[in-house]
């Protein structure tokens, strides 16, 4: 972010605390938690999906687990990241076949990213049924995706972008819409 960017705040801390609250509770409505598992896109969807599965786990006594994925190389702008893109680590916690499996992210836009995601899962398995939850949905898809789970939905304009920032890589916990001055 420059410094000439403009931000407006639409989380603070206990927003999203709030939000992710509100979505463990609807993902333990939606099925059993003895076959669930949550996987996170790297970056900050990773944090996000912890952060859940430790509020379903507290909330049921049974731990769920949660994995990562980092969808680097299956991204359809591969060629566009530049010569050394920086490769995170994928972990699944386990054998995904016949589980219900939700992928968290921290903003939905294109749907680009949940495609890529969804084409890495498939190299692990084939779970029962896949779910998505984002912590912000900012509407302009270009493919056919949508979350089942979602914390805020913004209206974003034209040289407008959503920023998702967690404790663990940020040191803070925020939502915000950040417009470049240079869009004016």
């Known amino acids: 972010m420059s410094a000439s960017d403009m931000t407006t705040l639409l989380l603070d801390g206990p927003g999203i605390e709030q939000a992710l609250s509100r979505m463990a509770r609807e993902i333990m409505e939606d099925g059993l938690i003895e076959d669930l598992m949550l996987i996170g896109i790297h970056r900050r969807g990773v944090e996000l999906a912890a952060r859940i599965s430790g509020l379903v786990s507290d909330t049921t006594g049974q731990e769920v687990p949660s994995g990562s994925l980092d969808i680097t190389l ?27 499996v939700v992928i968290v992210d921290d903003v939905l836009y294109t749907g680009r990213t949940v495609k890529a995601a969804l084409t890495e899962l498939a190299d692990f398995g084939r779970p029962r049924r896949v779910e998505l939850c984002v912590l912000a949905d900012r509407g302009g898809r270009e493919l056919p995706i949508h979350a089942d789970y979602v914390g805020i939905t913004v209206e974003v304009g034209e040289g407008e972008r959503v920023e998702v920032r967690v404790p663990e890589l940020d040191d803070e916990l925020s939502v915000t819409l950040v417009r470049s001055s240079e869009s004016e």
């Open 74 to 100: 299956y991204r359809d702008d591969f060629d566009q990241i530049g010569p050394r893109p920086v490769i995170g680590k994928t972990e699944i916690p386990g054998n995904i076949n016949g589980l219900r």
